[in-house]
């Protein structure tokens, strides 16, 4: 709903601006995971793991699991699939059906895909041990959280503007543009490095007034 409102305030808002480039939005899509009790495991046909879930891995339908989409697990030739994370945040490869992708899971060379990598889902001493809480082939365990992102396309937000967004994982970032901290920018709950704006869960971020 905040989107569709964003987007009416840009449109009738006066035509000096500034940027706001790769406005994203994260979404928990479940856990990769052999277990079928856990509601937000991929292999719980009624959890997470439903093919009827908008946001699920396993509808075909989905952003996440159509074979056309760039953002999927299953396409083949998608750079942008869903990320996987292990309970204490430990990035591990990309979820993904691309071999080529350096950080998919599908490809048997990659840091996380090789049988032989410490950090690969297909190691069965590693990350991929049926004896780890958090690994996908546990049963029993809880697996890998399943990370994907929704971006929006750029906007630009007038420099006279006050806006408030309250978001769940919301980065901003306008690339090689930003070097300082923007001016007027009022956070909460959020840290800034050059060219990256990142706000934690339940973070705010009211920009009014330009960039520096």
């Given at each position: 709903?905040?989107?569709?409102?964003?987007?009416?305030f840009l449109?009738?808002?006066?035509?000096?601006t500034?940027c706001?480039e790769?406005?994203?939005?994260?979404?928990?899509l479940?856990?990769?995971?052999?277990?079928?009790?856990?509601?937000?495991s991929?292999?719980n046909?009624?959890?997470?793991g439903s093919?009827f879930?908008?946001?699920?891995?396993?509808?075909?339908?989905s952003?996440?699991?159509?074979?056309?989409?760039d953002?999927?697990?299953?396409?083949?030739?998608a750079t942008d699939?869903?990320?996987?994370?292990?309970?204490?945040g430990?990035?591990r490869g990309?979820l993904?059906?691309n071999?080529y992708d350096?950080d998919?899971?599908?490809n048997p060379?990659g840091?996380y895909?090789s049988?032989y990598?410490?950090?690969s889902?297909?190691?069965?001493?590693?990350?991929g041990?049926?004896?780890?809480s958090?690994?996908?082939?546990?049963p029993y365990?809880?697996?890998?959280?399943?990370?994907g992102?929704?971006?929006?396309p750029?906007i630009?937000?007038?420099?006279s503007?006050?806006?408030?967004?309250?978001?769940k994982?919301?980065?901003?970032?306008c690339?090689?543009?930003?070097r300082?901290r923007?001016s007027?920018l009022?956070?909460r709950?959020?840290h800034?490095v050059p060219?990256?704006?990142?706000l934690?869960?339940?973070?705010l971020l009211r920009p009014s007034g330009g960039f520096?």
């Amino acid at each position: 709903m905040w989107v569709v409102l964003l987007i009416a305030f840009l449109l009738l808002s006066p035509t000096r601006t500034i940027c706001a480039e790769g406005l994203g939005q994260i979404e928990v899509l479940g856990q990769l995971s052999t277990n079928p009790y856990d509601l937000d495991s991929t292999a719980n046909p009624f959890g997470a793991g439903s093919p009827f879930n908008p946001n699920g891995i396993n509808n075909p339908f989905s952003p996440y699991g159509s074979p056309f989409s760039d953002r999927s697990a299953t396409n083949p030739y998608a750079t942008d699939a869903p990320k996987l994370y292990d309970q204490q945040g430990n990035y591990r490869g990309k979820l993904s059906a691309n071999p080529y992708d350096p950080d998919s899971t599908s490809n048997p060379y990659g840091h996380y895909g090789s049988p032989y990598s410490p950090d690969s889902i297909n190691n069965p001493y590693g990350v991929g041990s049926p004896y780890r809480s958090d690994s996908p082939t546990n049963p029993y365990g809880h697996g890998l959280r399943i990370d994907g992102r929704y971006e929006i396309p750029s906007i630009h937000l007038p420099e006279s503007s006050s806006l408030v967004l309250h978001a769940k994982g919301l980065e901003i970032s306008c690339g090689s543009q930003i070097r300082h901290r923007p001016s007027g920018l009022h956070l909460r709950g959020a840290h800034f490095v050059p060219g990256t704006l990142s706000l934690p869960p339940r973070g705010l971020l009211r920009p009014s007034g330009g960039f520096r």
